[in-house]
């Protein structure tokens, strides 16, 4: 990835990740509070803007652990009191814009993306601090901006005249991950169609370990929202389609990556009930889908993948696991720094990822031999880099669907995600 050259850039001074847990009743109410911005920029720039503050029904977030901990994602925010140090809230996430910063179209163009960040609704006024990440991982201050509570201009989120679905669970939002699934391209006539899909979604989540041992700490609901069109946009064909969520094929120019420009339209529709993760369904033939830490993942549900592509990108939206797969000549990673993903590494801070789970007669780099399949090793070839970024099974459902099924790494990071928003 391209060092992020930054506008009005304050490096962060204090420990950013590092906070005492506070109590949630004492700052916070049951409702919700979403930020919409944009992020206007280049490859080399960006800068940010408040668009506005929506008052959504309720949290669905973890009340216990508010502070994030884990250093996932390039981009971060916290809430604090004003004037002071002390953290009430903090989140780390990915972002469509950022990706968009790698590619040749970012060499040549200024574009403006629309997102969004979600916290509890405060009971005072509070300071929210939007960070991103350098190449080196080191975070820098990009905007700062004063919520008060009892401000006429924050907009109560909008009644939308959708029926809400609980496809499954029936758990306390903050004892369990709630996932909100958003259908595109499902017509009217084909909302039974997307209702059987919530439910081929659920049978996908629970045919894989570590989700098959969690299923009392999962809430999914789904909102029934019909497009004017069936299936969704795929530019690199011409074919375009009036979609609930404008979904489409060939994002950034790659044919299988399937995503929404949309971002206002889908956190509308997400904000209709307490989530902590989005999934958009597509209804689609064509093999595709993609996934954003803390953001949201689509997937289309008409091929014979398409429960490996669901598992597959979840692993990048709700655990922040890293594609385990590498092309030639792609270079991302600075092979100085450890990624943040929990399940590649460059060796650089080898003892913070997954050398615990080696054993010690297990060569590192490890070499991709039949007589290590078995083996949780170091295996280089990942993160779309031949060399010098390593993986730690021969292969997983990161890598491959060839396996079926995620590696320890990729399990011990998932349990551990799940056990952060439910307990």
């Known amino acids: 990835m391209k060092k992020l050259f930054i506008l009005l850039t304050i490096i962060l001074a204090h420990g950013a990740f590092v906070g ?22 280049n490859s080399d720039t960006v800068s940010y803007a408040v668009d506005r503050f929506v008052r959504e029904p309720e949290w669905g977030g973890p009340r216990v652990h508010l502070i994030d901990d884990t250093g996932y994602g390039m ?57 991103a990440k350098d190449d080196h991982l080191e975070l820098h201050e ?36 709630d996932i909100v699934l958003l259908p595109d391209g499902y017509t009217e006539q ?8 919530c439910h ?54 790659s044919e299988r990556y399937c995503m929404t420009f949309d971002n206002r339209a889908m956190k509308e529709l997400a904000g209709q009930t307490p989530y902590d993760q989005i999934y958009i369904l597509a209804n689609s033939p064509k093999y595709g889908g993609g996934g954003i830490f803390n953001s949201y993942c689509v997937s289309s549900t008409g091929n014979s993948y398409s429960s490996d592509v669901i598992i597959h990108e979840f692993g990048h939206g709700f655990a ?21 993903e929990p399940n590649i590494t460059t060796l650089t801070d080898f003892n913070a990822k997954w050398e615990d789970m080696l054993d010690e007669k297990t060569p590192v780099p ?16 990942a993160g779309y880099q031949l060399k010098g970024v390593y993986r730690p099974k021969i292969d997983c459902l990161m890598n491959t669907f060839e396996g079926d099924k995620f590696c320890e790494v990729c399990q011990r990071a998932i349990e551990r995600m799940i056990k952060l928003y439910t307990e």
């Open 20 to 41: 005492a847990q506070v109590a949630y009743d004492k700052y916070f109410t049951d409702s919700q509070l979403r930020i919409d911005y944009y992020l206007f920029g």
């Open 366 to 381: 490890t070499p991709a031999e039949t007589k290590y399949e078995k083996t949780v090793g170091v295996y280089e070839g």
């Open 200 to 253: 081929f979604f659920v049978e996908s989540l629970f045919s894989y370990a570590p989700y098959d041992s969690y299923r009392d700490r999962f809430n999914i609901r789904a909102i029934l929202v019909p497009s004017q069109d069936s299936d969704i946009s795929k530019p690199g064909e011409g074919v375009y389609k009036n979609t609930a969520l404008h979904c489409q094929y060939w994002t950034f120019g």
């Open 75 to 131: 981009y971060y925010f916290e809430v604090t009191l004003p004037d002071s140090d002390i953290v009430l809230y903090s989140h780390g996430y990915g972002l469509l814009f950022g990706e968009w910063q790698t590619t040749e179209e970012a060499l040549h163009i200024n574009k403006g993306f629309h997102e969004s960040v979600i916290m509890p609704f405060p009971k005072e006024p509070v300071e929210v601090t939007f960070y």
């Open 320 to 340: 922040g696991l890293g594609d385990e797969y590498a092309y030639d000549g792609t270079c991302n990673y600075l092979l100085d720094v450890e990624p943040w």
């Open 142 to 177: 990009m905007m700062r901006v004063t919520v008060d509570p009892d401000d006429p201009y924050i907009m109560p989120a909008p009644k939308l005249p959708h029926a809400i679905y609980n496809v499954y669970g029936g758990y306390p939002s903050d004892k369990a991950v």
């Open 190 to 197: 084909e909302m039974g169609k997307f209702v059987n899909d």
